[in-house]
């Protein structure tokens, strides 16, 4: 979907207060980004979510250089990277939201395996799907964003396009081709994540049920 950049700015806004206000981020912590026709447009470095101007939101150019408003946040280089690599099998992503979801990076901490989640629930296969766990690097790390994009395009060549992955210690990043599709994948993956902190020793979805989601609802696993 196709968005002019006056609607882009507005829903960057809405989507960041009602992730705030609902608890999914939280102080500072988290960026959302939208890829226009002419570059991208991401939320200031130490904004709070819950209180973005439209005005003020960063705007760079497709090299990432920095046109007008306020100093974007440093993940930039990492949705970059995200929307390149995405592109390739999905080429209507537009929009990359990054937080600090309280039980995605709760599960994370002792994790070691290559995934944040099982499939546990038939709507986090068809909603979320996969979900890499990235190891830990720092913020805004260029490392990170490097290991972002190998991993999508490693599970796009085995014929599993991903929609998130989950930085270690951090949070997940999720995309998608409006920023209410992209909410609504980070609520289904952060939901999960309670679910499994409530009952961590919950079995998976069996292959047959996983075959049937597939094959009805088109879900990625």
């Known amino acids: ?13 809405r989507v960041g207060r009602s992730l705030f206000e609902r608890g999914y981020v939280h102080a500072t912590a988290g960026n959302i980004s939208v890829r226009l026709d002419d570059g991208f447009l991401i939320t200031p470095t130490d904004a709070c979510l819950g209180f973005l101007d ?3 939101l960063a705007k760079l150019d497709l090299q990432g250089q920095q046109v007008s408003g306020d100093k974007g946040s440093k993940t930039i ?6 929307y390149a690599a995405a592109c390739e099998h999905d080429a209507d992503t537009r929009c990359v939201i990054h937080t600090h979801s309280t039980h995605c990076v709760a599960l994370s ?14 709507y986090f296969v068809m909603k979320v799907g996969h979900v890499p766990l990235v190891r830990y690097h720092r913020p805004g790390s260029p490392d990170a964003a490097k290991e972002v994009a190998a991993l ?6 085995q014929g599993i396009p991903v929609r998130a992955v989950m930085l270690r210690r951090l949070g997940p990043n999720v995309w998608h081709d409006t920023p209410a599709a992209a909410m609504a994948t980070l609520e289904e993956l952060e939901e999960t994540a309670r679910l499994m902190l409530l ?3 919950t079995p998976s979805l069996h292959a047959t049920e996983l075959d049937e989601l597939r094959q009805t609802f088109g879900a990625r696993w």
Request: glycine share 2%; net charge neutral; with cysteine.
């Open 1 to 13: 979907m196709n968005f002019t950049e006056s609607q882009a700015r507005e829903e960057i806004c």
């Open 77 to 82: 280089a990492l949705h970059r990277q995200i």
């Open 152 to 157: 999508i395009r490693s599970h796009a060549a």
């Open 199 to 201: 009952q961590p020793h």
């Open 109 to 122: 901490l002792n994790l070691h395996g290559p995934e944040l989640l099982p499939p546990i629930t038939p």
């Open 54 to 56: 439209p005005a003020r």
